[in-house]
């Protein structure tokens, strides 16, 4: 591999992280517009922690983002961590495998409460307009440490954070 292909596989390694990132601050800050930067118009869910009765299938970027903001928006905070990315890149496509830990907060009565879905993404990613895209997206729930009971008691409640619609 000559040096500038080795150049240019790190850039896209580090640009596809940086992807990965961006949609993890964007479910944190429930930031629509950061979300859809790095979606496809059209993506394919296979797989979905949050989107209940999930059965796969295509659906737009901005029903994803609306779907999954409005199960975020009923917790008092959450924070997601995108780590331990393995990417293959072939061209103008690439896939990604990357661990995930969901932290969920519940306030109750005064106090915080908290549950972690550890999980796994499966992507796979277009490179578009000199930006790594991703197109096709699976999680899987690997395991849950902490309160389980909040994950009922913040969808009950119902949304505590606003997010932007349009």
Request: aromatic share 8%.
């Amino acid at each position: 591999m000559t040096a500038k292909a080795l150049a240019q596989l790190a850039y896209d390694e580090l640009a596809i992280k940086r992807t990965t990132a961006k949609v993890a601050h964007a479910q944190d800050d429930l930031d629509l517009d950061l979300y859809l930067s790095c979606f496809t118009e059209q993506v394919q869910l296979e797989k979905a922690v949050m989107i209940e009765g999930w059965k796969g299938g295509e659906i737009s970027a901005r029903d994803l983002a609306l779907k999954s903001f409005e199960h975020l928006s009923c917790y008092d905070a959450v924070h997601h961590m995108v780590f331990n990315h393995i990417i293959d890149i072939d061209g103008d496509s690439a896939t990604c495998v990357a661990d995930l830990n969901a932290v969920s907060v519940f306030v109750e009565n005064d106090k915080p409460l908290s549950c972690t879905i550890g999980g796994r993404y499966f992507l796979r990613l277009k490179r578009l307009r000199n930006s790594w895209l991703i197109c096709e997206r699976s999680i899987t729930q690997r395991y849950i440490h902490g309160d389980q009971s909040i994950l009922g008691k913040a969808t009950a409640r119902g949304p505590v954070r606003e997010f932007s619609r349009s």
